[in-house]
């Protein structure tokens, strides 16, 4: 069993997480798949290595033990992988396909740290989610950071980070907007087909506020640039002019006290970011090694 680590990757896991379905988000397999896996290592070994309970999983004995060996195998796995990719280093280019949100404003942070960390010039392609899940089947990328699940049984998904979704302005909002509030704002909207629009329509409807085609709409507009432009040199002089993007867009501007930002009630909105690759590249070690990096700079 210590020659196939993929099994204890999954053991390692879903101890971390202490979750078999948190486990499976994680790695981008099913939770059949992951049960299996965990059948297969008490199997082997006859004994029983997690015990699972309501509030998550606890380690037996056993458990505890092959915990540690696991980890120092894993120490061994990732110190050999970085000497492999010394060897495999080339003159090639990573491609990252990414949503606008993504690729403007989170990927730049750290992408000096990632071109070190892999050895290897890196390039954004982006575009909206769907697109770069298209350029990832056709193979004009290597990953695909988005901020929609497209399911396609030919790609892995990972769970990356949390993105939230605020009310923002350039004059003073109440930090929890009630309905009152929401309907006397000028509104710059998203385009209907808009995942982010969904999301704020959903949060909404949760909040048993009017729905946003009830509201006083000046605009739509595709780009969450525009919004964020259109918004923060909106007349202050008027009543609000507010819109909806990412606080990811909008973080710099907010900490400058260029904009202010609002909540719908007690409702947060947010969704989820995801990694996603061809199945054919799982054990590509270029692929692994970004991933891995990905997660902890999350």
Not at 14 to 22: A, L, Q
Not at 239 to 250: D, E, G, L, Q, Y
Request: glycine share 2%; aromatic share 8%.
């Amino acid at each position: 069993m210590l020659t196939d680590f993929a099994k204890l990757e999954t053991f390692l896991t879903v101890v971390r997480e202490k979750s078999f379905s948190k486990a499976s988000a994680k790695l981008g397999i099913s939770q059949p798949a992951v049960t299996q896996q965990m059948k297969f290592i008490e199997d082997y070994l006859d004994v029983q290595v997690v015990d699972r309970k309501k509030n998550g999983i606890r380690l037996t004995k056993e458990g505890q033990m092959l915990y540690s060996i696991a980890q120092k195998i894993e120490r061994c796995v990732n110190n050999a992988e970085k000497e492999l990719l010394k060897i495999m280093n080339k003159d090639v280019t990573f491609v990252f396909g990414a949503s606008f949100i993504i690729g403007n404003y989170i990927l730049p942070r750290f992408l000096n740290n990632l071109k070190e960390n892999i050895n290897n010039d890196v390039s954004i392609n982006v575009s909206v989610s769907h697109k770069a899940i298209e350029d990832l089947l056709d193979k004009k990328i290597d990953m695909a950071l988005v901020e929609n699940y497209i399911p396609d049984e030919n790609i892995i998904y990972r769970e990356w980070m949390d993105d939230e979704i605020v009310i923002f302005s350039n004059q003073e909002l109440p930090a929890k907007a009630k309905a009152d509030d929401l309907l006397s704002y000028k509104w710059v909207c998203r385009n209907p087909d808009s995942h982010t629009r969904l999301i704020f329509k959903e949060s909404l409807d949760r909040a048993n506020y009017p729905d946003c085609d009830t509201f006083d709409v000046t605009s739509e507009v595709t780009s969450a640039t525009t919004i964020v432009q259109t918004v923060l040199h909106s007349d202050k002089n008027e009543r609000p002019t507010v819109s909806i993007v990412s606080r990811n867009a909008i973080e710099s501007l907010l900490k400058a006290g260029a904009l202010y930002e609002s909540r719908i009630g007690n409702h947060k909105m947010s969704r989820k970011l995801y990694i996603a690759y061809r199945k054919d590249r799982k054990h590509d070690a270029f692929i692994e090694n970004v991933v891995d990096y990905l997660l902890k700079v999350k």
